[in-house]
């Protein structure tokens, strides 16, 4: 099992930037991706970013490719997601996740964190 905790959400107003991390316990981080997710109201769950089990590759959606930048510490078992240039459409509940390298879809998620851009 991996426990994942994200923190940094907030609210911020267009164009502005904000950080969120993603803590991991439990099973050794560095075996897994990670990702993160996000869903707004009424909406499905959609995919952000996702990083290799060592940060050497990463891949965005592209509504955010160029604004956010997505990374990891497999010291501090820690993922981070850098996001600049926000827009109202990027308000949404972040989610971090982590999974079996070859697998698309994750094995383990985060409870998540609310991200809210005032325009």
């Known amino acids: 099992q991996v426990q994942l905790v994200e923190s940094g959400g907030g609210l911020v107003q267009a164009g502005g930037s904000l950080r969120l991390s993603c803590a991991a316990s439990g099973r050794t981080f560095s075996n897994y991706f990670a990702a993160w997710f996000r869903q707004a109201p009424g909406k499905e769950r959609e995919f952000v970013a996702r990083i290799s089990r060592t940060g050497a590759s990463t891949n965005y959606a592209d509504s955010v490719k160029g604004r956010f930048t997505i990374s990891r510490d497999n010291a501090k078992n820690t993922v981070s997601l850098q996001m600049t240039s926000l827009k109202p459409e990027d308000t949404a509940v972040y989610y971090c996740?982590?999974?079996?390298?070859?697998?698309?879809?994750?094995?383990?998620w985060g409870q998540g964190t609310q991200v809210t851009v005032s325009s």
């Open positions: 996740a982590a999974g079996v390298p070859g697998l698309s879809t994750p094995n383990y």
